[in-house]
Structures are given as structure tokens and as C-alpha cells.
């Protein structure tokens, strides 16, 4: 993809793809014959959409992130290299069923259940015709099957566990997936939830982003060292994944995914990746300085993007056909910015300062009328 001086991270402005990566990536599809068989059922079509969701992602971060600089926000959550985390767990669900509960980082997987641009653009905004009226800038629209999370890190675990014993209990094949970031695995609600899922053997995905960090807190420190076993301690079935290698994402979640449907108990898949950059905009310097700076220029070499741009090349997939991909894609985020922009003009309706509560009937309806 082209490259961004000034939004990318030092270490993807003059990106190379380094063959010896690429090749363990083959390997590592390769080697596993249920993650091949996986991976060999895609068509071309499906190998774009999964580029064209991680440049999506990235474009998104990007459009946020200059906002930041021209005044717009005043800070802004991005997964950048943490992208094929989030573009290869959705892929591997079945969209129209499955209901999903994105964390901040995993923001890309509102639009890829279908929620407009504009949308998570307002939602930044705060505008009242934001999907929850400008109240929280994490949004969810149920409809789409995309449940708005809070900002308390671990409460969506018990609650889409809750989501896969409706299903479970409406007899509906539907799997709940959501993602735990490694300091989110020590808060009390997140265990309780495992559990939870774990004895009722409920249809549900946990997908492990494991950065490695929490806020300016490395792993080490902040009690996560190896959570490799983690799913052990619960009974809980766990796939391995390399969360920069979007097919092993998307193999390991699908495979996590079937086992879940078919009434399996939950399934976990432990993605390690890295965060280029910091908790948020406001404190990249910080994670400069806390963080070896070999490790960014090791995870550096593994973009997700530039990583899978090599496999689609020997796909037959080339740069003329990736170049049209983006070019859609960098024309669709400008215009869903733009378009977000014009709701500033909005006046809030003063009613909303007297906001006395959602009624449990109001907030389960969505779901509810869909059987779920
Ligand atoms: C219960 C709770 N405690 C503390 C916070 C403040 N906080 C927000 S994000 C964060 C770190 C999250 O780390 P991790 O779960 O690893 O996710 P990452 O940011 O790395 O994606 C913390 C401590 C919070 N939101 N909720
Ligand atoms: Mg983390």
C-alpha cells in the first residue's frame, strides 16, 4: 500500500518485505492441515475482501489520526499493526448470524458487520446522530449484530457469554465473539465470564489480542508473562495464531468458530501481535521509551498489510489490482469523513441532558425481534 510519512510508524515509511517472513508465513498455513484446508476453501474474491477490510482498518486509524493533528479530537485508539487481528477473526464468522462485541482496538470490525463509515466517524465526534446519540464513543448498532462494549475492560467477556447462552437456549447456531486484551485477562469479570462460558459450554469465540502491553504496562510487569496456556485453566479448547498473519487469524478463529457452533464449548484463540504505537495518540513517545526499540523494528518487519501484499503477489493478485483496491477504499474513508464532519452542524436536542435511563425493553428489542 502507499506509505504515510506522516500518520505510519517510522518503521513501515520505507516497508520491504522481507522473504524469510513470508515463507514462515507459507509454512505456517502450510504445516497445519486443517488450517490449509481452511485457507485453500478461499476464492480470490475472498483473499481481496480480506485486503481490502486490513487497508480499510488502516485508512480508518490513519483518517482518525489526522483529525488529532489538525484539532479535530483530542486523542484517538488505534490498532495500527494490530489490524489482521480484528480483519481475520470477523472473516471467519458467518456475518449474518454471528454477533460480535469489538473493543476500541478492534474498531474495523464495526464497518466489516456492516456499519457505515460516517457512522464510526460521528461516533469520535460525539454528534447526536452518532449510533448512541453522542453519548460514548464506543458504538454498536445491534441491528448489525454489533454489540457496543463499555469502556471497562473484561465486562464484554461475561456478557457475550450471555449472548451465547441466548443463542444456545433459542436454539439459534449463532457463535458470540469478542476479544480480551492481555491486561484485561486480570480483572475479575473477564475469569467469571471464562468460567461462565467454559461449564455451560456456551458458542462462543474469545480471541486473545495479546500486545503485550496494557496502557504503558509491559506483560511482564503487569502479571500476563505467558498466557500461551491461559484456556487450560478453564477447559476452554485454544488455537495458536500469529496475529500479524491474517490467514492464521482467520484459519485459527474459523476452526475456533466451528467448534464453538457445534456445540463444542467456547473456543479461544491466542493471537500475539504488537502494538505500533501507543495506548492511544496521546502517548506514543511514552511506548518509544518503555518498549526495546528492537521490538518495533522486529514487529516493524511484520506490517500485516506489506506482509500479506507478498502472499496475494504469488496469488496472482498484483500490485495493478491491490492499487484499485485501495484507491476504493481510500475514496470511500474520505468521503465518510467528510460527510461525518457535517453533522457538527447538528444541535443537540437539549432533552438528552436529562437522560434518565435505557428501559431493559428498549435496549433488548433490537435482539429480541431477531430471535436471538
Ligand atoms: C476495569 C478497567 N480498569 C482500568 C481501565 C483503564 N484502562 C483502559 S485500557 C487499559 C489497558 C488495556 O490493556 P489490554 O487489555 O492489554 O488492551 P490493549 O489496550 O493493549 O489493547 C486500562 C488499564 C479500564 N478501562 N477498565
Ligand atoms: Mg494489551
Redesign the pocket.
Given at each position: 500500500m502507499r506509505r504515510h510519512p506522516a500518520y505510519d510508524p517510522p518503521e513501515y515509511r520505507n516497508w520491504t518485505l522481507d522473504p524469510d517472513l513470508l515463507h514462515a508465513a507459507r509454512r505456517r498455513i502450510e504445516d497445519d492441515p486443517e488450517r490449509r484446508r481452511v485457507v485453500e476453501a478461499l476464492s480470490r474474491e475472498d483473499l481481496e475482501g480480506l485486503y481490502r477490510d486490513l487497508l480499510r482498518t488502516r485508512l480508518f486509524d490513519i483518517g482518525l489520526k489526522r483529525w488529532v493533528r489538525q484539532g479535530v479530537l483530542s486523542k484517538a485508539w488505534l490498532g495500527t499493526g494490530e489490524e489482521a487481528v480484528t480483519v481475520g477473526s470477523v472473516h471467519a464468522l458467518d456475518r449474518s448470524l454471528d454477533v460480535v462485541c469489538p473493543?476500541i482496538?478492534n474498531a474495523g470490525a464495526c464497518f466489516m458487520m456492516g456499519m457505515p463509515f460516517a457512522d464510526l466517524f460521528r461516533g469520535y465526534l460525539g454528534t447526536p446522530d452518532s449510533p448512541n446519540g453522542g453519548r460514548d464513543l464506543h458504538v454498536g448498532d445491534l441491528d448489525r449484530r454489533v454489540l457496543q462494549p463499555i469502556?471497562?475492560?473484561?465486562t464484554n467477556v461475561p456478557v457475550m457469554a450471555g449472548v451465547g447462552l441466548a443463542f444456545r437456549n433459542r436454539g439459534v447456531p449463532g457463535v458470540a465473539l469478542t476479544w480480551i486484551?492481555?491486561?484485561?485477562t486480570k480483572?475479575g469479570e473477564c475469569h467469571e465470564g471464562l468460567n461462565f462460558a467454559a461449564v455451560q459450554s456456551l458458542p462462543v469465540v474469545y480471541v486473545l489480542?495479546d500486545?503485550r502491553?496494557?496502557?504503558g504496562t509491559p506483560a511482564e510487569q503487569h502479571g500476563a508473562a505467558d498466557l500461551g496456556r491461559w484456556g487450560e485453566i478453564y477447559g476452554i479448547r485454544t488455537w495458536h495464531a500469529d496475529g500479524n498473519h491474517v490467514l492464521d487469524t482467520f484459519a485459527a478463529t474459523r476452526l475456533a468458530a466451528d467448534h464453538a457452533r457445534s456445540g463444542q464449548g467456547p473456543g479461544l484463540v491466542v493471537a500475539r501481535t504488537f502494538?505500533m504505537g501507543g495506548?492511544a495518540t496521546h502517548d506514543e513517545k511514552e511506548a518509544r521509551d518503555t518498549f526495546d526499540p528492537e521490538l518495533f523494528r522486529s514487529w516493524g518487519k511484520r506490517d500485516p498489510i506489506g506482509l500479506f501484499e507478498g502472499w496475494l503477489e504469488e496469488e496472482g493478485i498484483d500490485a495493478t489490482r491491490r492499487e484499485e483496491l485501495e484507491e476504493a477504499a481510500a475514496a470511500e474513508i474520505e468521503a465518510a469523513a467528510a460527510e461525518a464532519l457535517l453533522s457538527r452542524e447538528i444541535e443537540p436536542d437539549p432533552s438528552l441532558a436529562f437522560f434518565e435511563g435505557f428501559s431493559a425493553a428498549g435496549v433488548l428489542a433490537p435482539i429480541a425481534h431477531r430471535g436471538v
Open positions: 473493543m482496538r469502556s471497562h475492560m473484561g486484551g492481555d491486561g484485561a480483572t489480542q500486545n502491553v496494557a496502557l502494538r495506548h
